[in-house]
């Protein structure tokens, strides 16, 4: 029987808009997954879902924003429907800002932010703190000279439980979900999309969904634009300590420390581009990795390192997703790119693309989401 929609990837972005359009009533849904659901850039993140800090005004604002906004319904309705419990916590960030240039840089996020919290209508996204303020909420701070940026919004959640949830969810909604099976193509005649070829042969369909995260290049000969995708390796520590140190994300100088409940600590995270999809965590980042977290919490040593590993975050040259239906093929429809940011953006990424597909309604304006050729004023094609 032909499927109504294939969705070719069931990382966090696949899954969420799978469970959305089924949500909406779409039938004989079947998302194809060349490994293990998740198991790519979805669960090598830390599920941190994080406000925007506003620099430069790109697209991606508004996307995360609404979609931080979005989770905590999001979370409470995927729990309940599904069964298992994301570990979903509002738990708030602390950056300390350790120059002149950075309390700068942070006087204006924060302003920028505030322009931001209006358009949505929501809570001052980030505040600036002195640093006793700082140490108040977190009395393991050891110094931050020049102040801190507070969030109180940012959120954490287990993403294995995440998956496990989706998957549950969607099973339940009645999607098909079909692991180790990867897609070699997609079946377009006359401009319009038939179906996908995968390894065990060719499966039809009305509609295609690309979702492969860092992996889309590959799909680059049907839709040109995805040839911007390319791999954004990150690599991350589990460390064990015998308490929490910090209830909030301490965030410095680009690193990162998530403590939970019984001491397990996170170090997030190198970025480097990697096209060689290389999984290995070289010495020189564990050393690197350290020294970042050091800088938070001085008493941490390498033996306290449980796990290292790293993943691929699907980054995109203007560091903004590709969102949207596809000129080039009638049916086709693309959610790509999400870079460091996928989690937090999955919900309204979901919500966006799962109108779109099933009642052709346009939430927001996709044109920044460039998933279709620029046309230049006076070219012909
Ligand atoms: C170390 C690290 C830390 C991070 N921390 C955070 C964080 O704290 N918060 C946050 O929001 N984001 C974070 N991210 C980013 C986040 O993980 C990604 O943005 C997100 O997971 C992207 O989801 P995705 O579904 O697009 O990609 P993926 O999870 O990679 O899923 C794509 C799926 O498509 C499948 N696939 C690819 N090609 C094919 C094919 N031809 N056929 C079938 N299947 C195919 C892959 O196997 C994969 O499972 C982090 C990433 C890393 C690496």
Redesign the pocket.
């Given at each position: 029987m032909e499927k109504s929609i294939i969705v070719?990837?069931?990382?966090?972005?696949?899954l969420a808009c799978a469970y959305k359009m089924a949500q909406k009533g779409l039938k004989n849904i079947t998302i194809?997954?060349?490994?293990a659901?998740?198991?790519?850039?979805?669960t090598?993140?830390?599920?941190?879902?994080?406000p925007y800090v506003p620099t430069i005004e790109k697209p991606t604002a508004i996307l995360q924003r609404t979609s931080l906004e979005m989770y905590e319904d999001f979370a409470k309705e995927l729990v309940d429907f599904s069964g298992v419990d994301i570990e979903f916590e509002k738990l708030g960030h602390i950056q300390i800002l350790h120059s002149e240039k950075q309390l700068e840089k942070a006087k204006k996020a924060v302003e920028r932010s505030n322009e931001l919290d209006k358009k949505v209508n929501g809570e001052n996204a980030f505040e600036l703190l002195t640093f006793e303020q700082a140490k108040e909420l977190e009395p393991n701070l050891k110094e931050a000279k020049f102040g801190c940026m507070y969030s109180r919004m940012t959120a954490n959640l287990s993403t294995e439980k995440l998956v496990l949830a989706l998957k549950t969810a969607c099973e339940k909604l009645g999607v098909e979900i079909k692991e180790n099976?990867?897609?070699?193509d997609i079946i377009i005649q006359n401009g319009k999309v038939k179906g996908v070829i995968t390894g065990q042969g060719e499966i039809l369909s009305e509609k295609v969904l690309i979702?492969?995260?860092?992996?889309s290049a590959?799909f680059s000969h049907v839709i040109d634009n995805l040839k911007e995708i390319q791999s954004q390796k990150?690599?991350?520590l589990e460390l064990k300590l015998e308490e929490r140190k910090f209830d909030r994300l301490v965030k410095m100088a680009g690193f990162y420390a998530l403590c939970k409940k019984d001491g397990t600590t996170f170090i997030?995270?190198t970025s480097s581009r990697k096209p060689d999809f290389s999984e290995d965590v070289k010495e020189k980042s564990i050393k690197m990795l350290m020294k970042g977290g050091q800088r938070i919490l001085p008493e941490i040593s390498e033996k306290d390192i449980v796990r290292a590993w790293?993943?691929?975050?699907?980054h995109s040259y203007l560091g903004s997703p590709l969102l949207g239906k596809c000129n080039e093929a009638e049916n086709l429809f693309v959610a790509?790119g999400?870079?460091?940011?996928?989690?937090?953006?999955a919900p309204f990424t979901a919500e966006i693309i799962s109108s779109l597909i099933v009642n052709d309604e346009l939430l927001i304006d996709l044109t920044p989401f460039r998933v279709n050729k620029l046309k230049l004023p006076g070219s012909k094609d």
């Open positions: 070719i990837g069931g990382g966090v972005v696949g194809l997954e060349e490994g659901c998740g198991a790519r850039a979805t090598a993140s830390l599920g941190v879902l994080m099976t990867s897609v070699n979702a492969t995260g860092a992996y590959k990150g690599e991350a997030g995270s790293a993943g691929h975050r699907p790509v999400h870079g460091k940011i996928g989690i937090c953006t």
